[in-house]
């Protein structure tokens, strides 16, 4: 299975852009690139999700690269609610039968007043 | 608020109690999931669940039984728990299994 390597934590001052880097070497041609957070005692929150091209929607945006090997998730604004733990994930197609997440170690993001 | 609802939100048992987590969803998914976490580590897939069909068991452990009444409800029946099974279990739907999860907040589980 392809995996993901990300920092373990990164810090953001508040009102700032997050980059949040995520390395998935092994990837193949039907991986889609996830990514969700975790926010204190609460469950996942998904985020975005891309295969190729940069993505972009009200929470975030992907940025892609070429040979698809890395991504990094951009939050264009940190606010104090943004700290969570970022999770990027791979989505590998399980035939027809079901949809696996599977998590990697993720980022924990600490925003500064 | 979460759109999984999942109940209770915290459960204390013996290793030789019987007890089921519910989790609920109104939002038409066909797809649910369950999921372990332990401790600051990231979640892990327990099962999947298309059109009410187990799809996918990642080898659980039989004390952990899977049930889905309807489209709406998801159950997970537990018996004879060990205290390594200690840890939040999440549940998680989707329109199909092609389409991102909406997470449940959890159900915190300690085994005694």
């Known amino acids: 299975d392809a995996k993901t390597t990300q920092p373990n934590s990164m810090e953001s001052n508040e009102e700032e852009p997050v980059h949040l880097p995520c390395n998935h070497s092994?990837?193949?041609?039907?991986?889609?690139i996830h990514w969700y957070r975790q926010l204190p005692s609460q469950g996942p929150e998904y985020v975005i999700h891309?295969?190729?091209s940069n993505v972009n929607n009200r929470m975030a945006s992907l940025a892609i690269a070429e040979d698809r090997k890395s991504s990094t998730l951009i939050l264009h604004r940190a606010t104090l609610r943004d700290a969570a733990v970022y999770y990027c994930?791979?989505?590998?197609?399980?035939?027809?039968?079901?949809?696996?997440?599977?998590f990697g170690g993720g980022t924990r993001l600490m925003v500064k007043p | 608020d979460t759109e999984v609802t999942q109940t209770p939100k915290h459960l204390v048992m013996g290793m030789t109690n019987k007890k089921s987590l519910k989790c609920e969803q109104h939002?038409?998914?066909?797809?649910m999931y369950w999921y372990k976490q332990k401790a600051k580590k990231p979640p892990e897939l327990m099962f999947v669940?298309?059109?009410?069909?187990?799809?996918i068991n990642e080898s659980v452990p039989s004390r952990f039984s899977p049930e889905c009444p309807n489209s709406s409800l998801l159950n997970l029946h537990l018996h004879a728990l060990q205290p390594e099974d200690s840890a939040l279990y999440l549940c998680?739907?989707?329109?199909?299994?092609?389409?991102?999860?909406?997470f449940g907040d959890g159900t915190r589980l300690s085994i005694l």
């Open positions: 998680a739907s989707s329109l199909t299994v092609h389409q991102p999860q909406h």
């Open positions: 092994t990837i193949s041609g039907t991986d889609y």
């Open positions: 891309g295969l190729t």
């Open positions: 994930i791979l989505r590998i197609p399980h035939n027809n039968a079901g949809n696996m997440l599977t």
């Open positions: 939002m038409g998914h066909r797809a």
């Open positions: 669940y298309s059109y009410e069909k187990l799809s």
